[in-house]
């Protein structure tokens, strides 16, 4: 995790937990001049479009106070929806069993996409099954990771 995302953490989840939500993860995605924060908030009962709402001005006005962000910015909030991604080991952990597509920063054996079948962690990695073959993928190494919804 980047050192940016961990400071934006540090300012966001106190706002997001204080609104009874939980905060699912964070992408930070600079992009030239522009930069993206989209943060994923999750509660047992489902996110509305309002809980989004009430969110994003919190966190407008928090990150207005501490301006974290220098330049132009962007503040995305969002529910996780059907295709979660997976920023933490617990969340590999807790969907065992489940599909999963996976980019890594750079590659491992050849190749930085894998889609497979999430078996399990051990230690700091992500057991992944793909056709026949079990990966430990480092979590440190993973760019990003995302259920495949079953539908």
């Known amino acids: ?18 609104l009874g939500y939980s905060c699912w993860g964070i992408e930070y995605l600079s992009q030239g001049k522009h ?8 509660h047992p009962e489902g996110v509305s479009v309002e809980a989004c709402a009430a969110v994003s001005r919190q966190a407008s006005a928090v990150l207005d106070v501490e301006d974290p962000i220098s330049g132009d910015y962007t503040l995305e ?24 597509k996976i ?16 078996r399990g962690v051990e ?5 992944l099954q793909v056709d026949d073959h079990e990966y430990l993928l480092p979590v440190d190494w ?9 539908f």
């Open 1 to 18: 995790m980047s050192g940016k995302v961990t400071e934006l953490e540090a300012l966001l989840v106190p706002v997001v937990e204080a």
């Open 123 to 127: 230690g700091d990695e992500v057991v």
């Open 35 to 42: 930069t993206l924060l989209r943060v994923y908030i999750d």
């Open 77 to 100: 909030v969002s529910s996780p929806g059907m295709d979660r991604p997976l920023f933490r080991l617990e969340q590999y952990a807790a969907y065992v069993g489940e599909q999963a």
């Open 142 to 150: 993973i760019d990003k990771g995302n259920i495949i919804p079953r």
């Open 103 to 118: 980019r890594l920063r750079s590659p491992y054996e050849g190749r930085r996409n894998f889609q497979g079948v999430i």
